[in-house]
């Protein structure tokens, strides 16, 4: 069984389309997060969310909004796409947030054309 | 500067080489993850620590928190073992990680 799962595994779409990346864990963890890495391979956190509550939400553009409609699911919603929103996006989860491992989904590869 | 600082950026080494891959961090933490990148791209959670060393398997990893640097150790390296390893502390405060830009750290047979 898959623990931290994500689709669509690719996406290809179009500049001004709104598209949305799922994620799901199987864990019972209380903390997920969401992480862009862009085509230089530099990760780094977008948003946090535990109980599903908002947590941390980093300068992201207000295109990007986070729901989490129970604990086991972080979903990512992105409005009006734009070239530089293409990048590969992880969904993690963790026991709660601090000092606890993280557990990393497979990964989405979003495509703006 | 950044605030997480990795060395090398590039590493090769032959088969059972010893490998040590350093980290540097000028925020304040409350752990520092070392995170193993696949060529394919998944991501897995090597170690989470935030005080002393810890072992799993040939992987060590050290930590200094007085002096803001980690270290990764491999030992007996192997080819499978070739991947991105990449060094992120959680911001203490924010509890966000702060992640490095990687090492890639290839081995030949």
């Known amino acids: 069984d898959t623990a931290v799962s994500q689709t669509p595994k690719y996406l290809v779409t179009q500049m001004g389309n709104d598209k949305s990346i799922k994620c799901e864990q199987n864990l019972g963890h209380d903390t997920m997060y969401w992480y862009k890495q862009d085509s230089k391979k530099f990760l780094k956190i977008m948003f946090s969310y535990n109980n599903k509550e908002l947590i941390i939400n980093e300068t992201v553009p207000n295109r990007f909004s986070p729901k989490s409609p129970d604990k086991a699911h972080l979903n990512l919603h992105i409005n009006s796409l734009e070239l530089g929103d293409s990048a590969v996006y992880f969904c993690?989860?963790?026991?709660?947030?601090?000092?606890?491992?993280?557990?990393f989904g497979p990964g989405t590869r979003l495509t703006v054309t | 500067k950044n605030e997480v600082e990795q060395s090398p950026q590039n590493l090769t080494a032959q088969e059972g080489e010893f490998i040590t891959i350093n980290c540097s961090y000028s925020v304040g933490i409350s752990a520092l993850h070392w995170l193993q990148q696949h060529p394919g791209g998944g991501i897995v959670s090597l170690f989470m620590l935030s005080s002393g060393k810890k072992k799993h398997g040939r992987l060590i990893a050290t930590i200094n928190i007085q002096e803001k640097h980690s270290s990764l150790h491999i030992t007996a390296s192997h080819p499978r073992d070739s991947a991105v390893y990449i060094c992120a502390p959680t911001q203490g405060g924010s509890e966000k990680l702060v992640f490095g830009k990687g090492t890639k750290l290839t081995v030949n047979p």
């Open positions: 993690a989860s963790s026991q709660e947030v601090d000092t606890y491992e993280q557990y």
